[in-house]
């Protein structure tokens, strides 16, 4: 998979790529990250990308002739245009692309939309800044507006990492193991259980003595009603829908509400 950041910050983008699990899937050609300046889209030697809303407001807006260009030149490989040279508009080639804009007003990135993205060959992804960016570019050359939560951050830059890491460990041979991605909170509609590991007792503070037992079905059985009762405790929407529970699920639940 292909991801093309437009930022005005590149250099944000350096750790991201060269640790972990996308520095590896980098190394292994399972994907590519392109960093591109907006700057680099902008025409006349002032390389402007912003200027004040319509209708007066604090702050600026991105431009959308940098943006639009940008997208022209990552989709359909179209050299940069004079001003004015094109007069339509063109949106991403075809579904195995999307364009993606990074804004507080886009629809909430799930797990489910990491999935989806990750069947894409080419993500392009536009980092919002200022106060915002011309709807323009929304409306018309994005094929989607996502936000990564309920808060304002300054600019879209995390967000992009936010996605690509979630994107990225979804893809075929990123993670060791075919089991690791699939078996994990969010995809059971709960959250994970909590993790243990040596010393067994340290200042104290022991570890469940269930999980030294074993006993695989009675660690099976703690583990699922741990994680319930923090799912409960602190994301009781995620189990508003008693349907999507299995039988021993439903019957923990009871007992922890007891
Ligand atoms: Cl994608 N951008 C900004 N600026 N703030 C956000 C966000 C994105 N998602 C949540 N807050």
Redesign the pocket.
């Known amino acids: 998979m292909r991801f093309d950041v437009v930022t005005i910050f590149p250099k944000f983008f350096e750790g991201f790529t060269t640790h972990g699990i996308v520095r590896r899937a980098r190394e292994r050609n399972l994907v590519t990250v392109n960093v591109h300046d907006l700057r680099d889209f902008t025409y006349g030697r002032h390389h402007v990308v912003d200027d004040r809303p319509f209708g007066g407001d604090d702050g600026m807006v991105l431009k959308p002739e940098p943006l639009f260009r940008a997208v022209e030149y990552l989709t359909h490989g179209r050299e940069y245009q004079p001003l004015g040279a094109r007069d339509t508009v063109e949106a991403a080639p075809d579904e195995t692309v999307s364009v993606v804009v990074?804004?507080?007003q886009?629809r909430p990135f799930t797990q489910a939309e990491a999935v989806r993205l990750s069947a894409k060959e080419q993500a392009v992804l536009i980092c919002?800044r200022y106060e915002g960016i011309d709807e323009r570019v929304a409306r018309t050359v994005a094929t989607d507006e996502?936000?990564?939560?309920d808060?304002?951050?300054?600019?879209?830059e995390p967000?992009a990492i936010v996605v690509m890491d979630a994107v990225t460990r979804l893809l075929p041979g990123v993670l060791g193991s075919a089991t690791s991605a699939v078996n994990e909170s969010f995809n059971a509609g709960r959250l994970d259980y909590p993790v243990y590991t040596r010393p067994a007792s340290y200042r104290g503070l022991d570890v469940p003595p269930v999980l030294l037992t074993g006993h695989h079905a009675e660690v099976d059985r703690w583990r699922r009603r741990e994680a319930l009762e923090k799912t409960l405790k602190y994301r009781p929407d995620l189990l508003a829908d008693r349907e999507r529970l299995d039988e021993m699920d439903r019957k923990l639940l009871k007992d922890i509400e007891r």
């Open positions: 990074l804004t507080p886009g919002g996502l936000s990564i939560g808060y304002v951050l300054s600019g879209g967000a």
